[in-house]
């Protein structure tokens, strides 16, 4: 990801707060510590009522999934498959301890699916949540897996790797 695309998701992105009424610095960087290379978008807080950030974070980071989503959608729109770029919005260290959740529940998962023998479906998990759980238990030997269903009623499977 190169720093125009950066700095033009970061003024984007600060273009969409201030519209809201909740004018906002962005921070812009790259991490590549989690599931895929992403340019975080990270909101400035220090200006923002606790009420305000319970807004734009939503219940279970609905609105945070929605902004990151619509983000992606629009950056990407007129680019080239190859030349397409992950953007990650970040709100008062939120997707930190998401990610963390999701790595205790992949594991959890996988542990009673080697236990049991038998698949463990994941529900309630936005589709950039899913993606993440893939990437976590890719690693695993031992497990696969895969989605189910269509939207809004997607899960995530986990089951024994088949020998």
Partial sequence: ?????????????????????????????????FAEESCWLAIDDTALLPDQIQIITGTGGSVL???QYLTNAILNLSQERNQQQAFTVELAGYRLRRYA???????QAAAEVRDSGAEFELKALSSAERRQV???????EDVETFSRGQEPDRRLVIRPLSS
């Fill in 65 to 67: 999934d929605s902004i």
């Fill in 134 to 140: 893939h990437t976590m238990l890719k690693e695993y």
């Fill in 101 to 107: 959740e999701l790595k205790a529940i992949a594991e």
């Fill in 1 to 33: 990801m190169d720093d125009n695309q950066m700095q033009r998701g970061q003024q984007w992105l600060e273009s969409l707060l201030q519209l809201a009424g909740l004018p906002a610095n962005v921070t812009a960087t790259l991490n590549s510590s």
